[in-house]
Structures are given as structure tokens and as C-alpha cells.
């Protein structure tokens, strides 16, 4: 007697079978959780954007491991809203949301004042906040906003905060950067896009100063027992894609998530990098790398430019006007 499967069983088994292979597959993509029990109890960090997408769920990895975390975000509404939410969660009452606002250096001035008259320690700086692909605008000193954010204001908060985090070492700098640094041009004269603005090439280059930063930074830090890190944390579903053309659209929202579903990461997949970054012992004294999927990778080459990441600083210590206040 032959035995034959019935067609709706077969049909339903097979798709049971591909949605499992699939969600299998997109765990897999997305990489592994980072699950050291490291408790940071009396340790100060301040996460920049930590209100949404990345920055939230690197807050609540650490508001776990029972840091104190100073949510640095430019809304104060939708950061209270997320900091109640880890609060409740994680039953630690030691997270507070301050306003910095990366687009005005004036507040982010303000930012590191208030942090200083609560403050005199800092063993974490996760600079994290950032904006992609807009369309042209400015910073509160004219600066296009890409580079003005995901950058210069970065740049400054951190120079701002450099004294503090000496007098806690060792203590880390984590800059959020991305793998679109290897296709950034540093335009060298035309670096603010005053000429000529294409969105994606001001996101690439805003990218590729934060690796030059890093590098820089890495270079006078040696020996202060301060590290800095650059890191690519995969390609996350946040906020940070709401100014891409075709997210204008649902239809256009709906055809991207579903053929890119299996290679984008849940916030959540995506702070784990950071996390690994932020605390792991094996980089203890690791400075100056570019980390993907928690490995060492090599940059571009223009991100490996000496000359050009001093000449970057020179211009980002003018136009902040960090030594000249």
C-alpha cells in the first residue's frame, strides 16, 4: 500500500519548515547577544540619542548592569517616556535624561556644564546619535547637519568631557560609525557641501570623519588610560532611515523591509556591538579600531590618512571654536 502525504499537511509542515529556516537564518545574520554578567555598579556613562533605536536599548543593557546612565537626547518628552520605561524595567532609578541638542553647540555646552556641577566622574561615552540622508539643512551654526551632528557635535562633546574621563580611567569612548565610511570623501573644498549636497555622499563622509576622529583621538589619548573605538553595528531598523525617499512611501517601506528583513537587525541585535565595545575585558587596551561583528577590521584607505584626520581636527577645533572660548 502506498503512503502519500495529504497536500495540506505537506503544504503546511513546508511553510512551518521555511518561516523556522528563515527566522533561524536572520538570528544568524544578526549575531549572537552580548551576555557577559559584568555588572557596572557605580559607573557613569552618557549615551547620546538614547531615547529610541540603538542608543535606547545600549541604556537599558546598562541600566541592567546597574550603571548610572545620563540619557543625553534633544526631546526631552520622548526621552522621559523611554527612561520611565527602563526605570520600571530594569528597577534602577539611576537614569536621567538631560537635553543635548547635537545641532546647536550652544546647548551641547550646556549639556557638559550641568554634567559637571552633578558629576566629577565618567567611564563611558557612547556617542550615538546621528542623522542620514536628510534632506539640506543646518546646524544652529550653519553647518550642514549631517556632518554638523553625526560629527562635529560628537566632536566637541567629547573634547568638552575629555578632562572628566581622564580622571576616571580607564574609561571608554565608543563613536557609532558605519561601513558607508568606505565609500566617504573627506571634500576637502567643499567639506560643509555649500556647492554642491547630495545626501547620501554628506552621510558617507559624515561617517568616514567619525573613523578620522577616532583615529586621531586615539593618537592623543595614549597613555591617559582612555580608550576610543569606532564601531559599525550592521544595518538597523530605527529612526535613522525616516528621511530615505523611498521610506516616504508604504509601499516603498513595505517592499524594502520585506526584501531586506533578513539582514536587518531589531535595535536590540544592533546595540550588542556597542555593548561588546563599551564593556568587554579584551579591549581593555584596544584604541583607535574600527569593530564590526566585535572584530578588529581594517578601514578604507582615506580612513587611514594620517595628514587628513589631523587636518579634519584642525578644522573641527576651528569651527566648534573649541579652543577659543
Request: aromatic share 8%; with cysteine.
Amino acid at each position: 500500500m502506498k503512503f502519500s502525504i495529504p497536500k495540506p499537511f505537506y503544504y503546511y509542515t513546508t511553510g512551518i519548515a521555511t518561516v523556522g529556516g528563515g527566522y533561524l537564518m536572520k538570528d544568524y545574520f544578526s549575531g549572537n547577544m552580548y551576555e557577559v554578567p559584568d555588572k557596572l555598579t557605580n559607573k557613569i556613562a552618557i549615551v547620546t540619542g538614547a531615547n529610541t533605536g540603538i542608543g535606547k536599548e545600549v541604556t537599558r543593557d546598562l541600566a541592567k548592569r546597574e550603571a548610572k546612565v545620563i540619557m543625553a537626547c534633544r526631546d526631552m518628552d520622548k526621552c522621559e517616556i523611554a527612561r520611565r520605561e527602563i526605570v520600571i524595567e530594569t528597577q534602577n532609578k539611576y537614569i536621567y535624561c538631560r537635553k543635548c541638542d547635537l545641532a546647536s553647540q550652544e546647548s551641547i555646552r550646556a549639556f557638559v556644564d550641568q554634567f559637571k556641577k552633578e558629576y566629577n566622574k565618567l567611564h563611558l561615552l557612547i556617542n550615538n546619535a546621528g542623522v542620514m540622508r536628510c534632506p539640506k539643512s543646518h546646524t544652529a551654526e550653519g553647518i550642514e547637519l549631517q556632518l554638523g551632528v553625526n560629527h562635529l557635535g560628537h566632536f566637541l562633546l567629547t573634547n568638552l568631557l575629555l578632562d572628566v574621563l581622564k580622571d576616571s580611567a580607564p574609561s571608554r569612548i565608543i563613536n557609532l560609525s558605519s561601513s558607508a565610511h568606505k565609500r566617504g570623501k573627506i571634500k576637502l573644498k567643499d567639506l560643509n557641501s555649500d556647492k554642491t549636497y547630495d545626501p547620501g555622499a554628506a552621510y558617507a563622509q559624515s561617517k568616514l570623519a567619525n573613523v578620522l576622529f577616532t583615529r586621531e583621538l586615539a593618537n592623543k589619548l595614549k597613555g591617559t588610560g582612555v580608550t576610543v573605538n569606532a564601531v559599525h553595528p550592521g544595518v538597523v531598523r530605527t529612526d535613522i532611515t525616516r528621511h530615505m525617499g523611498i521610506y516616504q512611501y508604504y509601499l516603498g517601506r513595505l517592499l524594502v523591509n520585506s526584501l531586506m528583513w533578513l539582514f536587518v537587525k531589531s535595535p536590540t541585535k544592533g546595540a550588542q556591538p556597542v555593548l561588546f565595545a563599551a564593556i568587554d575585558p579584551s579591549l581593555a587596551d584596544v584604541t583607535g579600531a574600527y569593530l564590526v561583528n566585535n572584530k578588529i577590521r581594517e578601514v578604507s584607505g582615506e580612513a587611514q590618512d594620517d595628514k587628513l584626520a589631523k587636518w579634519l581636527w584642525a578644522v573641527s577645533e576651528k569651527w566648534t571654536k573649541l579652543n577659543y572660548v
